[in-house]
């Protein structure tokens, strides 16, 4: 299997990229002067490991009759200081809200993400450090 996608420069530092779902994301960066019209590339990345562990671990407690909370994720990537930066170390917090959560299983499901299933986390690992925090916010 194969991904494949196309990339189009809109002027200025805009780019257009579809995915093979044919969705477009915009992406471009700061310059001085300009609004920002899309995402950051790197940003991007951390966008792409929540959405991939944040799919697993739905699909995960789905499967486990667990449907009563709600999910946030919050991703902190540390740049290196020279060029080209990257990043070095990604810190993954698992925000869980809801009545009686049952941690347990929610925690068994973020595991399978993190160790097991989740392609673009094994992506990262290859480049940087990266760290899982679990939180239980009870109502």
Not at 53 to 59: A, E, M, N, P, Q
Not at 77 to 94: N, S
Not at 112 to 118: A, F
Request: aromatic share 8%.
């Amino acid at each position: 299997m194969s991904h494949k996608i196309t990339t189009n420069w809109k002027g200025n530092m805009l780019f257009d990229s579809d995915n093979p779902s044919g969705h477009h994301v915009l992406m471009d960066t700061d310059v001085e002067g300009k609004a920002r019209e899309g995402l950051s590339p790197k940003a991007l990345m951390l966008s792409s490991l929540a959405g991939c562990s944040g799919l697993d671990v739905v699909s995960i407690l789905d499967k486990m009759k667990i449907n009563t909370y709600d999910l946030k994720m919050e991703v902190e990537g540390l740049l290196t200081d020279e060029h080209p930066k990257y990043y070095h170390t990604v810190i993954l917090d698992y925000h869980f809200t809801g009545d009686d959560l049952n941690e347990e299983k929610i925690n068994r499901a973020v595991q399978l993400s993190v160790e097991k299933y989740c392609g673009v986390m094994e992506m990262f690992r290859r480049f940087a450090e990266v760290k899982t925090n679990v939180h239980f916010h009870n109502k």
